[in-house]
């Protein structure tokens, strides 16, 4: 999924070289030409991670983590690659609490013990190099509540913690500026395309429900995060709308949060989104 990446970031960079940022007839071309380009990148690529089985939480690890590993080494001296690894960690999360919430237990532990199985570790010299305290005891007790099948108001409160050590653990690299928080907002956005790539098949079959949850959790934490950029900017910045439409253009690829056997959204529409955030963000 890294040579996918790489593909995407630099569509996103050419385009904001040109002009299209300067008036509404441009950007409207610009998504145009990227519509096509989405559908023939991904078609030609060829790449393709292990399948799960649909409705089933695989274990997740496929192609898309390589990206997530490559972001922890470069966390270490990149604030916006710290706060987007970060923000993965929330993704994860996120999903499994909800599943946990729905009783879907057996899917809840996999995005509970993934972030500090696959993430965590990867993350410690970053958090030494800022001097945070980190969170693997949080993590640690969360996992073990949701393996014992705790209550739900227990493991909601695991989660809690967690997610406040997790704010603690950026609050150590400083306050984002705006560029950097969009940025990060492209990163989630552009992790999501890959995990969805690998769980959704060219015929819209569903083959691998975490990476499809994973997804999920990412791109709403990019909602949360463009919260924190509308509020730094304004609602009516005209980066933080055209952010909005492209997330919220998103909303229906993910049906349900346990997946249906298809779904109609291909994965070039998430390319397509990340780089179009990409060509905005690069305006800040």
């Known amino acids: 999924m890294e040579t996918k990446h790489k593909i995407w970031v630099g569509i996103g960079a050419v385009l904001a070289s ?37 409705g089933e939480a695989g274990e997740g690890g496929e192609g898309g983590e390589g990206g997530e590993q490559a972001g922890a080494a470069a966390a270490v001296s990149d604030d916006t690659a710290y706060r987007s690894q970060l923000a993965l960690v929330r993704g994860h999360l996120l999903v499994g609490m909800e599943l946990y919430r729905e009783n879907a237990v057996e899917a809840a532990k996999t995005h509970m013990k993934h972030p500090e199985d696959e993430l965590y570790a990867g993350l410690v010299p970053a958090l030494e190099a800022r001097n945070a305290e980190g969170f693997a ?21 695991a989660y809690e913690d967690v997610i406040e050590a997790v704010g603690a653990a950026e609050d150590a690299a400083g306050d984002p500026d705006a ?91 998430l390319y397509a989104a990340a780089s179009r955030l990409e060509l905005a963000a690069s305006s800040l």
């Open 179 to 269: 560029r950097g928080l969009a940025q990060v907002i492209v990163n989630l956005v552009t992790t999501a395309a890959e995990e969805y790539d690998i769980a959704v098949g060219d015929d819209g079959a569903v083959t691998n429900a975490h990476e499809y949850q994973d997804a999920l959790g990412f791109v709403r934490i990019a909602g949360q995060r463009l919260d924190d950029l509308e509020a730094m900017l304004g609602a009516d910045d005209e980066v933080v709308a055209e952010m909005r439409s492209q997330l919220e253009g998103l909303e229906s690829a993910w049906p349900s949060l346990v997946p249906p056997d298809s779904v109609a959204t291909e994965p070039a529409r």
């Open 137 to 157: 005891g949080e993590l640690e007790e969360l996992a073990q509540r949701v393996e014992a099948g705790a209550p739900v108001a227990e493991v909601e409160s």
């Open 18 to 54: 040109g002009s299209a940022l300067h008036a509404a007839a441009d950007m409207d071309s610009a998504h145009s030409a990227l519509e096509v380009d989405a559908s023939v990148l991904v078609a030609s690529s060829g790449e393709a991670g292990e399948a799960g089985e649909a």
